[in-house]
């Protein structure tokens, strides 16, 4: 079974650290990164195959490129389009939230308890990423 993949974007290099390890403890491989234009980089310029995410978790606020324009820009590209995106932030008005949704995206708000949340969303992502490469479960009988 092969490693599911994460991205983490953001300029807080601490978070960064304290996701990755947790990542890692439930067996992900992990990119990370602190800019928006070093994320959009990897994204727009890896190829497909060779460690392209399987699953990205962007800030909003981050130099040189804004998480929900990176966003924007993903879902213009086609196979950027089909990779899952988890908004992590501290905003919390209603505007933020609602375009997070638009963009087809998992909002967490940034908390000292966001990691539950997040992995909560992550242990479904990676259970739909299984199922789509290895193919359907067989139904029971």
Known sequence: MSKTTVMIAD??????HALS???RKIGCRVISVTD???AGLHLFLTDQ???QPDIVILDIEMP?????ALREDMLVDGILA???VIILTGRSDPQTIRRVEDLNAHY???????WEKIETILR????QHQSTQHGQPLASS
Do not use: A, F, Q
């Not at 967490?108 to 966001?114: A, E, G, Q, T």
């Open 64 to 68: 040189e490129w804004n998480g929900l």
């Open 36 to 38: 928006g234009n070093s």
């Open 82 to 84: 089909e990779i899952p």
């Open 124 to 127: 479904s992502l990676m259970d």
């Open 108 to 114: 967490v708000h940034k908390s000292s308890y966001c």
């Open 11 to 16: 300029d807080d290099v601490d978070l960064v």
């Open 49 to 51: 195959d060779d460690h």
């Open 21 to 23: 390890t947790r990542l």
